[in-house]
């Protein structure tokens, strides 16, 4: 009888990431003058070890021993079946979830916290600036950080500030400072509150804050850590993947379907990209990112050059975007609300390497419950996306008497997240769906950029 839950032994973490810039073709990032920006002219932003991983070309990266040392105090995540939430759906599809949120803050975010601090301590910086949209990121940097005695400050997104109070208290916990943004400390973020005094605030937002503080530190001594969207973010995710193919291999399985939520495209790259290569190379398998209908970057933007944050601090890049402008409605999914998508997700959703789908919150939240009543964990708002698409896909192959296999990545846990339960539970959560009228009318500022090839790799 296969055991409920593969685990491989601690000799058994991957000992190289994955790259997948080796098997694709991208549209270069451009700078100011629409020309392709070199690896300089990220230098005052990010340490020059961390920039050589972004553009490598090399299709394996070695994962460094003392950062293999902190993974190790939750690595490697268990593969786990989930039997008593197939049982209720009556599904004959087995469904495996790769559990992240056994990580110290409870989410899959240390697998490229650890490293961007471990690189960034290497260099010589001492201080670290970031975003965050739920908390999840923030606490996960400021936890690395803690790790290789750097500072770190953190601007939180202020709708997911004002309603997950429990992550700033992580963060402090870790030595980590965080601010509510928009803020006044910033020109960006004070520009933000002379639009609109009340905004809820945006991921695009906390970025052009987090870059203005790193960028002005006179000192040298300061760099700014992204937690998701560029490409060694992605990277150092695919540690995930890489794991649950080795898990895959001892329980002589294989996924027909592989699903996992999508903001920025961190948790949903770093499952998925190992199988992509998979794909790539002729493997038949469906592969999912899944994100909110409120926020579908994916499912219904463009794919345009776009700034990834609001002030337009940061190169323009390829990626599906709904503007650089757009303040996604304060869903509790808070890390699900960015105007655009990582190049590499945006490019592979091109190719059709991936096919992107969209769920609401009210759905989300009922299969998070359904989960927590027979998995027992509870998810954060985040995971219950990609959840709500494992109950589509379980119950389609129930109708079509298929037993596939999926596998899911549980991007984390959601115990600081109860609030919202709470909210779900009251019945005063609701579904959002833009208009076609919003989505072209944030849009319309791509049309100042320039355009991205629609080309094939292959």
């Known amino acids: 009888m296969q055991p409920k839950s593969i685990i491989l032994a601690k000799d058994e973490i991957p000992r190289k990431w994955y790259?997948?810039?080796?098997?694709?073709?991208?549209?270069?990032?451009?700078?100011?003058?629409?020309?392709?920006?070199?690896?300089?002219?990220?230098?005052?932003?990010?340490?020059?070890?961390?920039?050589?991983?972004?553009?490598?070309?090399?299709?394996?990266?070695?994962?460094?021993?003392p950062v293999l040392d902190v993974l190790?105090?939750?690595?490697?995540?268990?593969?786990t079946r989930a039997t008593a939430f197939e049982k209720a759906l009556g599904t004959p599809a087995k469904i495996y979830y790769k559990n992240e949120g056994m990580s110290p803050p409870g989410s899959h975010k240390?697998?490229?916290?650890?490293?961007?601090?471990?690189?960034?301590?290497?260099?010589?910086?001492?201080?670290?600036?970031?975003?965050?949209g739920a908390g999840q990121w923030g606490s996960a940097l400021s936890f690395a950080c803690s790790q290789y005695g750097l500072t770190c400050k953190v601007f939180m997104v202020r709708i997911s500030f004002d309603q997950k109070p429990y992550r700033k208290a992580m963060m402090q916990a870790w030595g980590g400072t965080c601010i509510a943004s928009p803020s006044t400390e910033?020109?960006?973020?004070?520009?933000?509150?002379?639009?609109?005094?009340?905004?809820?605030?945006?991921?695009?937002?906390?970025?052009?804050?987090?870059?203005?503080?790193?960028v002005g530190d006179t000192t040298g001594k300061t760099r700014y850590s992204l937690g998701s969207v560029l490409n060694h973010v992605m990277l150092h995710q695919t540690i995930i993947g890489l794991e649950t193919k080795k898990q895959f291999d001892i329980a002589g399985d294989y996924p027909d379907i592989v699903i996992g939520c999508a903001g920025g495209g961190s948790n949903f790259a770093g499952l998925a990209f190992p199988f992509v290569l998979d794909k790539i190379n002729g493997r038949q398998i469906e592969i999912y990112p899944v994100e909110p209908k409120a926020c579908p970057s994916l499912t219904r933007a463009p794919f345009a050059y776009d700034h990834g944050d609001t002030a337009g601090y940061t190169p323009l890049l390829p990626m599906h975007s709904l503007g650089h402008n757009f303040v996604p409605a304060p869903i509790h999914a808070g890390g699900l609300r960015y105007h655009g998508m990582a190049p590499t997700v945006s490019q592979l959703a091109n190719e059709g390497l991936i096919t992107p789908r969209s769920v609401g919150q009210l759905a989300s939240y009922k299969a998070g419950v359904l989960w927590a009543r027979t998995e027992g964990f509870i998810p954060a708002p985040e995971t219950t996306n990609a959840l709500a698409l494992v109950v589509e896909e379980a119950q389609k192959a129930k109708e079509e008497g298929k037993e596939k296999t999926i596998v899911v990545s549980f991007s984390g846990h959601g115990l600081l997240d109860l609030g919202a339960y709470e909210k779900y539970f009251a019945g005063e959560l609701s579904d959002f769906t833009l208009e076609d009228a919003d989505i072209a009318k944030s849009t319309e500022i791509l049309k100042n950029y320039p355009k991205p090839q629609n080309f094939k790799s292959r």
């Open 186 to 214: 910033t020109k960006a973020g004070r520009d933000a509150l002379e639009r609109d005094p009340n905004t809820p605030g945006s991921l695009g937002i906390a970025i052009s804050e987090a870059v203005e503080q790193a």
């Open 19 to 65: 790259n997948i810039l080796a098997d694709i073709k991208m549209n270069p990032p451009l700078g100011p003058d629409g020309n392709p920006i070199s690896p300089d002219m990220l230098a005052p932003v990010f340490p020059m070890n961390l920039i050589e991983q972004e553009v490598s070309s090399e299709r394996w990266i070695d994962i460094p021993e």
């Open 110 to 132: 240390p697998n490229t916290a650890v490293p961007q601090a471990y690189y960034n301590k290497v260099f010589g910086i001492e201080n670290i600036t970031t975003e965050t």
């Open 72 to 79: 190790a105090i939750w690595r490697p995540a268990p593969l």
